[in-house]
């Protein structure tokens, strides 16, 4: 793993030569990865060197990732719906669900293919063998948090999080300096009183818009990172009202934002599109969040540092998962003009956390509102019209912000390259003198305790 500026990343925007496009587009890894180590031995203009030293990585993680052909997939759909037939995969894989490449002129699927499948494909993999479609949704946790913020015009709760990492036995390196990030909560307006209640080492807390609790030791064999934290979210609910939204409004978080937020030729155009003869800026967010999740169907996706351009991605190939989703809707908003940015963290639920990502768009006079565009898809999928309205421009109290800007360096900065070099949610580790990959560390976290603090 090559050592790395945080702020490099934006090197991705750089176009890669021919000869490694054509081997990278015919899936010749091997190949691509031969002319990439012969092209960096040259002399060559910094921001091309560090492009070529950044799809090396994507190079090999794709390797990594991609590594089940189709039978193998089929056998493993097949374990759970015996049922399922060749005929039966090629048409889920149709729909987008199945992420692969070809390697060689082979099929090869994103190692998520399997759990995406039978995740977002359940209702028709069940209906393989009782003949009944059944895909009925509703989230009564949803709705009962939203009952409660009409009710009261806000919701506040407490959450006590515990995280951890530990160091899978072949990448033990005992008596070196490991440096550890686990994520803790985001200094910002929807969180407070934010305690650490323990640390299995001396820890640093940053101020940093990806902020972390950092440990640097010396590592012994079987060590284990972990923090144990607690934190008070409020979430106001807001009637919102075209009518009232003021006349001036801000132009900040409207620009590019390399390399993800890339306001594109075909980005610009959409937007443009979409945005019609509407000047209102609440309307014309709601016009952007209408378009992503009514167009966009949510799917687990390969590693984001092997996507080039995550919003073209979505809106081209149409599909994401709720990062993905929540950078389309973002470089919308900001091509028709509307602040927009990154914010992210956890999925919290008073017996579970998860990864997950969301974005927020900026109208006076309320202020910066909440999009979670991927939960807006799951809604307007099923017909939950509420909750599909709700999550733009609403939000709900089952979160962890981590993050309140995508990429941002942590502090103190990595030295070698992150496994997400655009989001933190379960933690980063290195060595003094070597990165730590996916399969180097395993990483987990878990709700300790859940209190409603409403109307006390």
């Given at each position: 793993?090559?050592?790395?500026?945080?702020?490099?990343?934006?090197?991705?925007?750089?176009?890669?030569?021919?000869?490694?496009?054509?081997?990278?587009?015919?899936?010749?890894?091997?190949?691509?990865?031969?002319?990439?180590?012969?092209?960096?031995?040259?002399?060559?203009?910094?921001?091309?060197?560090?492009?070529?030293?950044?799809?090396?990585?994507?190079?090999?993680?794709?390797?990594?990732?991609?590594?089940?052909?189709?039978?193998?997939?089929?056998?493993?759909?097949?374990?759970?719906?015996?049922?399922?037939?060749?005929?039966?995969?090629?048409?889920?894989?149709?729909?987008?669900?199945?992420?692969?490449?070809?390697?060689?002129?082979?099929?090869?699927?994103?190692?998520?293919?399997?759990?995406?499948?039978?995740?977002?494909?359940?209702?028709?993999?069940?209906?393989?063998?009782?003949?009944?479609?059944?895909?009925?949704?509703?989230?009564?946790?949803?709705?009962?948090?939203?009952?409660?913020?009409?009710?009261?015009?806000?919701?506040?709760?407490?959450?006590?999080?515990?995280?951890?990492?530990?160091?899978?036995?072949?990448?033990?390196?005992?008596?070196?300096?490991?440096?550890?990030?686990?994520?803790y909560p985001a200094i910002c307006e929807e969180q407070s009183d934010i305690v650490l209640h323990s640390s299995s080492h001396p820890v640093?807390?940053?101020?940093?818009?990806?902020?972390?609790?950092?440990?640097?030791?010396?590592?012994?064999?079987?060590?284990?990172?972990?923090?144990?934290?607690?934190?008070?979210?409020?979430?106001?609910?807001?009637?919102?009202?075209?009518?009232?939204?003021?006349?001036?409004?801000?132009?900040?978080?409207?620009?590019?934002?390399?390399?993800?937020?890339?306001?594109?030729?075909?980005?610009?155009?959409?937007?443009?599109?979409?945005?019609?003869?509407?000047?209102?800026?609440?309307?014309?967010?709601?016009?952007?969040?209408?378009?992503?999740?009514?167009?966009?169907?949510?799917?687990?996706?390969?590693?984001?540092?092997?996507?080039?351009?995550?919003?073209?991605?979505?809106?081209?190939?149409?599909?994401?998962?709720?990062?993905?989703?929540?950078?389309?809707?973002?470089?919308?908003?900001?091509?028709?003009g509307v602040p927009a940015r990154w914010q992210s963290g956890s999925h919290c639920r008073p017996t579970g956390i998860g990864s997950h990502?969301?974005?927020?768009?900026?109208?006076?006079?309320?202020?910066?509102?909440?999009?979670?565009?991927?939960?807006?898809?799951?809604?307007?999928?099923?017909?939950?019209?509420?909750?599909?309205?709700?999550?733009?421009?609403?939000?709900?109290?089952?979160?962890?912000?981590?993050?309140?800007?995508?990429?941002?360096?942590?502090?103190?900065?990595?030295?070698?390259?992150?496994?997400?070099?655009?989001?933190?949610?379960?933690?980063?580790?290195?060595?003094?003198?070597?990165?730590?990959?996916?399969?180097?560390?395993?990483?987990?976290?878990?709700?300790?305790?859940?209190?409603?603090?409403?109307?006390?």
């Amino acid at each position: 793993m090559i050592r790395f500026r945080e702020e490099d990343i934006k090197y991705i925007a750089v176009e890669l030569p021919d000869e490694v496009k054509f081997f990278k587009f015919s899936g010749d890894f091997e190949g691509e990865e031969k002319t990439v180590l012969r092209l960096l031995e040259g002399e060559l203009p910094i921001p091309l060197r560090r492009r070529l030293e950044l799809e090396l990585e994507i190079c090999r993680e794709m390797q990594r990732d991609y590594y089940t052909d189709f039978d193998t997939l089929l056998g493993k759909i097949q374990e759970k719906y015996p049922a399922c037939t060749a005929e039966n995969l090629e048409y889920i894989i149709s729909t987008g669900t199945a992420d692969y490449i070809r390697k060689n002129g082979v099929r090869y699927f994103q190692r998520s293919a399997r759990l995406n499948i039978l995740e977002c494909r359940r209702a028709y993999l069940e209906s393989l063998t009782s003949g009944v479609y059944d895909d009925a949704y509703r989230n009564e946790l949803r709705h009962e948090n939203l009952d409660i913020m009409k009710k009261h015009g806000y919701r506040k709760v407490r959450y006590r999080v515990r995280e951890w990492l530990e160091v899978a036995e072949h990448a033990e390196r005992e008596g070196k300096t490991i440096r550890v990030h686990l994520p803790y909560p985001a200094i910002c307006e929807e969180q407070s009183d934010i305690v650490l209640h323990s640390s299995s080492h001396p820890v640093y807390i940053s101020d940093a818009d990806q902020r972390t609790a950092f440990i640097e030791t010396e590592y012994k064999k079987g060590d284990h990172f972990e923090i144990e934290f607690s934190y008070t979210l409020t979430v106001p609910y807001h009637d919102l009202d075209p009518a009232k939204v003021l006349p001036e409004q801000p132009n900040f978080y409207t620009e590019e934002e390399l390399p993800q937020i890339r306001l594109t030729p075909f980005i610009r155009s959409l937007a443009k599109e979409i945005k019609g003869d509407e000047t209102n800026p609440l309307l014309l967010a709601w016009r952007a969040y209408e378009y992503v999740t009514t167009h966009v169907t949510y799917s687990y996706m390969r590693e984001y540092l092997c996507i080039e351009n995550i919003p073209e991605f979505a809106l081209l190939q149409g599909r994401g998962d709720c990062g993905v989703m929540a950078l389309a809707f973002i470089s919308l908003c900001r091509a028709m003009g509307v602040p927009a940015r990154w914010q992210s963290g956890s999925h919290c639920r008073p017996t579970g956390i998860g990864s997950h990502d969301w974005a927020q768009f900026y109208v006076a006079p309320w202020g910066w509102l909440h999009a979670d565009i991927s939960f807006g898809e799951g809604a307007y999928k099923h017909g939950d019209y509420e909750l599909w309205k709700h999550y733009c421009g609403g939000f709900d109290t089952f979160r962890e912000i981590n993050n309140n800007s995508l990429g941002a360096p942590f502090d103190p900065p990595k030295k070698f390259l992150r496994t997400d070099p655009y989001d933190n949610q379960s933690g980063e580790a290195e060595y003094d003198d070597e990165g730590l990959g996916f399969g180097d560390i395993r990483k987990g976290r878990c709700i300790v305790e859940f209190e409603d603090l409403t109307g006390r």
